[in-house]
């Protein structure tokens, strides 16, 4: 979106480059990386730039109101509900798809929200190979207002809060046969945390303990990466510790806000940034364009359960006591804005914010990219295409 920046880049963009650029990726942590990774960032210009965190601030606003846990009481399951939340959440992530609107101009448009941490250290990385194997204008960042010390920084004080590493864990189901384990590794060596299988976790009466070697540690804080459907849909009974007992230990980033800042909270914001949205059990009848229409399940992840292609008959199929766990969103047009080799493609862009303890509201470190030519923004649903999947922004100053 800064027409010059991306010439410069497509000129200098070879297959030869790209090739040496996923090398240096794969191997870097000897971890292969297991999706898509674009063949380029996107350059976004001060005008975006300034609407995107408009938009943020909008939505924000709401997210800071002193009611704001009564307004999402409903949003955690009994189940589900994690005892010693925290006043706020400790991640935010805005995921919004570039638009036009009725007069021709971009604009960004909310998608999905999440109060759960994203891929901080791997987007660190990630942008400054972009650096290393490409020529960027130093005026462009992919932290906003953060070098990338500053940034690396706060994210070692937010995730370890003064506790020593080894008392720290990132907590996930078999962290490393996960999609995302090269951002648990990059966050390894950044911080010290280790990735800690939900299995390997020990539970002595309200005290947590995980073992290094042949010595058994206290934990004492948890960088939380469960997803609880992930979990449900695991069923493991053989686990010691479940997310919802009440232990001795501190959260960086709290279970509870996953549900409270999710899909969840889209249809009380009042945002031109946010598409028309309202829970199926808000309808007294239903739109009769559906086709319009997406249908998402509250509690799901990375796009799971979502009905794309809408049709009456998958209503009639919910019962009406499950309703409230539905959401109809009007559905999205993606602009392509990106000139490639290949013609334009579209693309969605997730701002990361960090709400450090003590702060009146979060603030933008860092971001993460998708870049699409299917009906969907995800990258299992641009297998076989070229210039899509994950990648970066770099934003002018």
């Keep these: ?167 720290v864990i990132l907590l996930e189901i078999d962290p490393l046969k996960q999609t995302t384990a090269i951002d648990f590794l990059i966050t390894q060596e950044l911080t010290g945390i280790a990735p800690v299988h939900l299995g390997d976790v020990i539970r002595e009466g309200r005290k947590l303990f995980y073992r290094k070697g042949d010595r058994k540690i206290r934990i004492e804080r948890i960088y939380n990466r469960v997803i609880f459907d992930e979990l449900l849909r695991l069923n493991d009974s053989k686990f010691q510790f479940n997310l919802t007992e009440d232990v001795e230990v501190e959260w960086a980033g709290h279970p509870n806000w996953f549900l409270r800042i999710s899909k969840y909270t889209m249809p009380f914001i009042k945002s031109e940034s946010i598409p028309e949205c309202k829970f199926l059990s808000d309808y007294s009848s239903f739109p009769p364009d559906l086709e319009n229409y997406v249908l998402k399940p509250l509690f799901s992840f990375s796009g799971s359960g979502v009905i794309f292609h809408l049709t009456q008959k998958d209503l009639d199929n919910i019962p009406a006591d499950q309703q409230h766990n539905y959401l109809l969103q009007r559905k999205v ?54 210039w899509v999947g994950g990648s970066v922004c770099f934003f002018e100053n």
Aim: a neutral charge; charged letters at 25%.
């Design 1 to 167: 979106m800064i027409p010059f920046v991306r010439n410069e880049f497509n000129k200098q963009f070879s297959l030869e480059t790209y090739e040496r650029f996923l090398n240096d990726l794969n191997q870097t942590y000897h971890h292969k990386i297991p999706f898509r990774v674009a063949e380029s960032p996107l350059f976004v210009d001060s005008v975006f730039k300034k609407k995107l965190i408009k938009a943020s601030d909008e939505i924000i606003d709401f997210l800071t109101l002193k009611d704001f846990k009564t307004l999402t009481s409903r949003a955690i399951p009994p189940h589900l509900n994690v005892p010693n939340e925290t006043n706020h959440t400790l991640f935010l992530a805005l995921d919004f798809a570039v638009v036009k609107d009725s007069l021709g101009a971009l604009q960004p448009k909310l998608i999905e929200m999440q109060g759960f941490p994203s891929l901080f250290g791997w987007q660190d990385f990630l942008g400054a190979k972009f650096r290393e194997h490409y020529t960027i204008p130093e005026s462009l960042n992919h932290h906003f207002d953060l070098n990338r010390e500053q940034f690396q920084t706060k994210l070692k004080h937010a995730l370890l809060a003064g506790h020593q590493s080894e008392n």
């Design 333 to 386: 047009q993606y602009e392509p804005v990106i000139l490639t080799p290949d013609g334009m493609v579209k693309a969605e862009i997730r701002i990361l914010f960090l709400w450090e303890p003590g702060s009146p509201r979060p603030i933008p470190i860092t971001n993460l990219a998708r870049l699409s030519r299917g009906e969907m923004i995800g990258v299992k649903y641009n297998k076989d295409k070229t």
